[in-house]
């Protein structure tokens, strides 16, 4: 989530303190917080990258399968797979009546069952009112 700027002093200062350097991401997903895309600018000229490709979360084939569809951007199939296998999906428009049912279905589950379920909202400012 480097901006170009941020990561530039970033290499520069590790280069000073002979430090090995690290980074982690994924450039599907969350961008630069401000300008620039470093993180896969620097995987495109070539930088040595380990990828992580295997699913440890999902315990059944089904929902593996679910998430490999929704990986490749096939979201329709992976919906689909993932409600065959026992998963609902609800699309609620308000962001309260979201939030509500959410939390109400969550806190209707018990125990055990909550340590199954996931719950998604996808952009940052509504997990951070959700939570």
């Known amino acids: 989530m480097l901006s170009s700027r941020d990561m530039a002093q970033l290499l520069e200062q590790s280069q000073r303190a002979q430090a090995k350097l690290i980074l982690v991401g994924d450039v599907h997903q969350l961008g630069a917080v401000e300008a620039g895309a470093p993180?896969?600018?620097?995987?495109?000229?070539?930088?040595?990258t380990a990828v992580l490709d295997?699913?440890?979360?999902?315990?059944?084939?089904?929902?593996?399968?679910?998430?490999?569809d929704a990986a490749r951007g096939h979201v329709q199939s992976a919906v689909a797979t993932f409600e065959n296998a026992g998963g609902s999906v609800a699309e609620i428009p308000d962001e309260a009546d979201r939030f509500q049912r959410m939390a109400r279905d969550y806190v209707g589950l018990s125990k055990a069952e909550r340590l199954d379920t996931i719950v998604i909202e996808p952009s940052i400012l509504g997990r951070a009112r959700l939570n």
């Not at 993180?39 to 040595?48: D, P, V």
């Not at 440890?56 to 490999?68: G, K, L, N």
């Open 39 to 48: 993180f896969r600018q620097l995987q495109a000229a070539g930088m040595k």
């Open 54 to 68: 295997r699913i440890v979360r999902q315990r059944t084939s089904e929902m593996r399968d679910a998430i490999h």
